[in-house]
């Protein structure tokens, strides 16, 4: 990254944003570890760029999707944080009430249309919103945000078929971040070129740098325009990496440090963190200074605890509304 | 026309089949966000006349025939019903809807409470029971016990045309995900069926015929083979009471309960497995709820547990009649 030819505000909010989840996902781990939340989060640490240069191109109305990992696309895409923080802790301010924990989470009024954790599940339910535009001649669009491993679930060619068959608006998005919960890429896919598989739709495909928050956006913004010119889906494989394990501070087994990852690989990416890229794209420009940088860090930070302690403080869902919500009235 | 009677007379009658074709066709006349989608839509080889004259009326885009694709395709459709879409996702045998599990039991039918409320699938999965005629094992089967399993899913089985017409509203209505079944068998079934919108309330059964003398409980297409062992019992002074429980999912215990404690005694029949199944619910809530009222214990009559042969001897002695229920009739009655 070298000069910009984006406004310092944009740039900003798009780093603020990296940094929001960042330290979203980061002041889990105590509490985590600690017993106080027990349902299984799976960390977006180290994969912000991809939720946040992705959002920016969308419109506000634009609907999305989300797997089991998708505090960063629930936050990036709009989602308000004291609710989420909420659902994390089990109470009834949560954003699913306290009914669905991290791996269940939604905003409406966002355009955020549901995160689930069965792998690859809710990318049908994007087709079919996908769908709903198209017939309602709404010129809008669905981004679905799924995992590496999800490539390899059956849907996903079902998918590529029946959008292209349709020409449907709908974007891809593939986080490939190298492992399918505690597979390395190379054993769970015959293919490690994830882009190529929609190609053979005839869907617009391409791999870009998922740490690269400025390239996010940019491929993002030119795929929206292919599927609005084309009238027709479009795929980009990102390439990330998450720094936390698959679910929790570690892989496999929280809090024990049982990483199956090489300490040289971690090294490597660490290196390229897209937070900390970022912020030095920012104090080159100028943009950014490093008590600036101090100053977001506790604003953020505040406004995290914050809703931690409205979440501590919240009522949990009362027993006797157990089968609330069963059947809508 | 077994339902026919004096006041019928004079009135329009018209077939299962197409009782479920006019359903469609004013919902989607009435309401722009009601849509077809699934496998064979275009094809009466595999939706009989039920869809006839929708594609010509509504076009392809509100008529979807869909790649054999049945995982996409109904999530598809649940998708859509969560954007203001009334989507009606078609499976010309049910047997194929095993590929479309996910969407239906792990998104749709939770889709409400997992989100505290906040969301809903809005959607009727129509899927065909096609059996018969020497198809074996995987496009015969009755699988509604999979769906009745399942918080947040409504089933409902409509037995006559009036009610597959009353019941396809009634779905479309629901703003929950409904299966909705319906057996080929009783396709060419006709009773009276009234040109306006009308709908019938899921979750409600119905007393086809009162009697003292023994419940029998009949679901889908055992209501037709229940009536005609009715009429024969008759002759031989056993007053059957018949129910017709049209929606598998809520179950209409009290009226069953209404009805078993006239005449203690029951007989649940469903031309499905027993093990395991709606009948095996029905039999445990009576037995418990009732068991003073009973003067037999309950009995089933449903298709031996397994899968459904070919050769026509064997399917001789897989499905069940009128006959049948005669003779269990009579079993429960010798009950000392």
């Given at each position: 990254m070298?000069k910009?030819k984006y406004?310092?505000?944009?740039?900003?909010?798009?780093?603020?944003?990296?940094?929001?989840?960042?330290l979203?996902?980061?002041s889990?781990?105590?509490p985590?570890?600690s017993?106080?939340?027990?349902?299984p989060?799976h960390?977006y640490?180290g994969?912000?760029?991809?939720?946040?240069?992705?959002?920016?191109?969308?419109?506000?109305?634009?609907?999305?999707?989300g797997?089991?990992?998708?505090?960063?696309?629930?936050?990036?895409?709009?989602?308000d944080?004291?609710a989420?923080?909420?659902?994390?802790?089990?109470?009834?301010?949560?954003?699913?009430?306290?009914?669905?924990?991290?791996?269940h989470?939604?905003?409406?009024?966002?355009g955020?249309l549901?995160?689930?954790?069965?792998?690859?599940?809710?990318v049908?339910?994007?087709?079919?919103?996908?769908l709903?535009?198209k017939?309602k001649?709404?010129?809008?669009?669905?981004?679905?945000?799924?995992?590496?491993?999800?490539t390899?679930?059956?849907?996903?060619?079902e998918?590529?078929?029946?959008?292209?068959?349709?020409?449907l608006?709908i974007?891809?998005i593939?986080?490939n971040?190298?492992y399918?919960?505690?597979?390395?890429?190379?054993?769970?896919l015959a293919?490690?070129?994830?882009y190529?598989?929609?190609?053979?739709?005839?869907?617009?495909?391409?791999?870009?740098?998922?740490?690269d928050v400025?390239?996010?956006?940019?491929t993002?913004?030119?795929m929206?325009t292919?599927?609005?010119?084309?009238?027709g889906?479009a795929?980009?494989?990102f390439?990330?990496y998450?720094m936390r394990?698959h679910?929790?501070?570690?892989?496999?087994i929280?809090?024990t440090?049982?990483?199956?990852?090489?300490?040289r690989?971690i090294?490597?990416?660490?290196?390229?963190?897209?937070i900390k890229?970022?912020?030095?794209f920012?104090?080159k420009n100028?943009?950014?200074?490093q008590?600036?940088i101090?100053?977001?860090?506790q604003?953020?930070?505040?406004k995290i605890?914050?809703?931690?302690?409205?979440s501590?403080?919240?009522?949990?869902?009362?027993?006797?509304?157990?089968l609330k919500?069963?059947?809508?009235? | 026309?077994?339902l026919?009677?004096?006041?019928q007379?004079?009135?329009?009658?018209?077939?299962?089949s197409?009782?479920i074709?006019?359903?469609v066709?004013?919902?989607?006349?009435?309401n722009?966000?009601?849509?077809?989608?699934?496998?064979g839509v275009?094809?009466?080889?595999?939706?009989?006349?039920?869809?006839r004259?929708?594609?010509k009326?509504f076009?392809?885009k509100?008529?979807?025939?869909?790649p054999i694709?049945e995982n996409?395709?109904?999530?598809?459709?649940?998708g859509?019903?969560?954007v203001n879409?009334?989507?009606?996702?078609i499976?010309?045998?049910?047997?194929?809807?095993?590929y479309?599990l996910?969407?239906i039991i792990?998104e749709?039918a939770?889709w409400?409470?997992?989100?505290?409320?906040?969301a809903?699938?809005?959607?009727?999965?129509?899927?065909?029971?096609?059996?018969?005629g020497?198809?074996?094992?995987?496009?015969?089967?009755?699988?509604?016990?999979?769906?009745?399993h399942?918080?947040?899913?409504?089933?409902v089985?409509p037995?006559?045309?009036?009610d597959a017409?009353?019941?396809?509203i009634s779905?479309?209505?629901?703003?929950?995900?409904?299966?909705?079944?319906?057996?080929?068998?009783?396709y060419?079934?006709?009773?009276?069926?009234?040109?306006k919108?009308?709908?019938?309330p899921?979750?409600k059964?119905?007393?086809?015929?009162?009697g003292?003398d023994?419940?029998?409980?009949?679901?889908s297409y055992?209501?037709?083979?229940?009536l005609?062992?009715?009429?024969?019992?008759?002759k031989?002074?056993?007053?059957?009471e018949?129910?017709?429980l049209?929606s598998?999912?809520?179950?209409?215990?009290?009226l069953?309960i209404?009805?078993?404690k006239k005449?203690?005694?029951?007989?649940?029949?469903e031309?499905?497995w027993?093990?395991?199944?709606?009948s095996?619910?029905?039999?445990?809530?009576i037995?418990?709820q009732?068991?003073?009222?009973?003067?037999?214990?309950?009995e089933?009559?449903?298709?031996p547990?397994?899968?459904a042969?070919v050769?026509?001897i064997?399917?001789?002695?897989?499905?069940?009649?009128?006959?049948?229920?005669?003779?269990?009739?009579?079993?429960?009655?010798?009950?000392?």
């Amino acid at each position: 990254m070298t000069k910009s030819k984006y406004s310092k505000s944009f740039l900003l909010k798009l780093y603020q944003q990296m940094l929001e989840i960042r330290l979203f996902e980061e002041s889990l781990i105590e509490p985590i570890l600690s017993g106080e939340i027990k349902t299984p989060c799976h960390l977006y640490t180290g994969e912000e760029a991809v939720a946040v240069g992705v959002c920016a191109a969308l419109n506000k109305k634009d609907y999305a999707f989300g797997n089991h990992r998708s505090h960063g696309h629930y936050l990036a895409k709009g989602g308000d944080l004291k609710a989420l923080m909420s659902e994390i802790f089990g109470k009834s301010t949560g954003c699913s009430r306290g009914r669905g924990g991290s791996m269940h989470i939604i905003d409406k009024k966002a355009g955020f249309l549901g995160a689930t954790p069965i792998i690859a599940g809710t990318v049908p339910l994007a087709v079919g919103t996908a769908l709903a535009l198209k017939i309602k001649k709404k010129n809008r669009l669905t981004v679905t945000f799924f995992g590496d491993g999800a490539t390899a679930e059956g849907v996903i060619s079902e998918a590529f078929n029946f959008s292209a068959l349709h020409k449907l608006p709908i974007l891809f998005i593939c986080e490939n971040n190298l492992y399918a919960t505690h597979m390395p890429i190379t054993e769970s896919l015959a293919n490690p070129k994830i882009y190529l598989q929609p190609k053979t739709y005839g869907i617009k495909s391409v791999r870009a740098d998922g740490n690269d928050v400025i390239k996010v956006f940019e491929t993002a913004k030119k795929m929206i325009t292919q599927i609005k010119k084309h009238k027709g889906p479009a795929f980009i494989e990102f390439l990330t990496y998450r720094m936390r394990g698959h679910v929790g501070p570690d892989d496999n087994i929280q809090g024990t440090h049982t990483d199956i990852r090489k300490s040289r690989e971690i090294e490597v990416w660490k290196k390229r963190d897209p937070i900390k890229k970022m912020e030095k794209f920012l104090i080159k420009n100028k943009f950014l200074d490093q008590s600036k940088i101090k100053k977001n860090y506790q604003k953020i930070n505040k406004k995290i605890e914050q809703a931690k302690t409205f979440s501590r403080h919240s009522p949990y869902p009362k027993k006797n509304e157990l089968l609330k919500y069963v059947f809508k009235k | 026309m077994f339902l026919k009677n004096k006041k019928q007379i004079n009135k329009r009658f018209l077939s299962y089949s197409l009782a479920i074709n006019e359903a469609v066709y004013q919902m989607m006349s009435k309401n722009k966000s009601v849509f077809v989608i699934g496998q064979g839509v275009k094809s009466p080889w595999y939706v009989g006349n039920t869809c006839r004259d929708l594609l010509k009326k509504f076009g392809p885009k509100m008529v979807m025939d869909t790649p054999i694709s049945e995982n996409v395709t109904t999530g598809v459709g649940i998708g859509a019903g969560m954007v203001n879409m009334k989507p009606i996702v078609i499976f010309p045998r049910m047997d194929f809807m095993m590929y479309a599990l996910d969407p239906i039991i792990n998104e749709a039918a939770n889709w409400h409470y997992m989100f505290g409320g906040k969301a809903n699938a809005d959607v009727v999965i129509r899927a065909i029971i096609n059996r018969g005629g020497e198809q074996g094992a995987q496009h015969s089967q009755a699988l509604q016990s999979l769906f009745t399993h399942i918080p947040g899913l409504k089933v409902v089985m409509p037995a006559t045309a009036y009610d597959a017409k009353g019941l396809m509203i009634s779905a479309i209505r629901d703003p929950n995900p409904v299966i909705y079944i319906d057996d080929r068998w009783l396709y060419d079934v006709k009773d009276h069926v009234p040109q306006k919108i009308y709908s019938v309330p899921i979750g409600k059964g119905a007393i086809r015929k009162i009697g003292k003398d023994i419940t029998i409980v009949a679901i889908s297409y055992m209501v037709k083979e229940a009536l005609i062992a009715a009429a024969e019992l008759r002759k031989q002074k056993i007053d059957a009471e018949i129910i017709d429980l049209r929606s598998a999912w809520p179950i209409d215990i009290p009226l069953i309960i209404k009805s078993v404690k006239k005449t203690g005694r029951l007989l649940i029949t469903e031309a499905a497995w027993s093990s395991g199944s709606i009948s095996s619910e029905i039999n445990s809530q009576i037995a418990r709820q009732s068991f003073k009222y009973l003067k037999a214990p309950i009995e089933r009559l449903c298709l031996p547990d397994c899968p459904a042969p070919v050769s026509k001897i064997l399917e001789q002695a897989y499905y069940l009649t009128s006959k049948d229920v005669i003779k269990k009739v009579k079993n429960i009655l010798n009950y000392v």
